[in-house]
């Protein structure tokens, strides 16, 4: 059983993973970088207004914004600016889903592994707590 210690260290040492992906129309190799779990709250909360309300406008542009920040040059900072968000609406989307999915992956984000928590929080047999 992990310690303290050993939990904060693995877990939140601060430690960003890197990967090459090479675009399937372009063949351009890109480098992208994960996300910490601040980072990833701060992007989900940016489709959100003030009151914590769905915003739409805001949510049209959720995969541009997460490649813009995934995206990064050979020393690992941003390549793209917030101005370039708009630009990757005109981008070859055989190479931008291919990206995007590279970034989701890498930062935790895949549905699948959402869909593995779910089946591992089953609610206890016998335990009601969870109607209300």
């Given amino acids: ?3 303290r210690e050993e ?3 693995a877990v939140c040492g601060g430690k960003r993973k890197f990967e090459e992906v090479t675009l399937p129309a372009s063949k351009l190799v890109v480098r992208i970088r994960s996300l ?3 980072e990833i709250s701060q992007h989900q909360m ?3 207004d003030a009151a914590g309300k769905w915003v739409r406008a805001r949510a049209e542009d959720n995969e541009r914004r997460l490649v813009r920040e995934c995206v990064v040059d050979a020393d690992g900072n941003l390549l793209l600016t917030v101005e370039d968000v708009a630009s990757l609406k005109l981008a070859d989307p055989k190479d ?3 990206l995007h ?3 989701v992956a890498l930062c935790g984000l895949l549905r ?3 869909e593995e928590q779910e089946k591992n929080s089953n609610a206890i047999p016998g335990d ?3 109607t209300g």
């Fill in 1 to 3: 059983m992990a310690t």
């Fill in 7 to 9: 939990f904060l260290s």
């Fill in 101 to 103: 999915q590279k970034c």
């Fill in 36 to 38: 910490f779990q601040g």
């Fill in 128 to 130: 009601d707590s969870h």
């Fill in 112 to 114: 699948d592994g959402v």
């Fill in 96 to 98: 931008f889903y291919h």
């Fill in 46 to 48: 940016a489709t959100t």
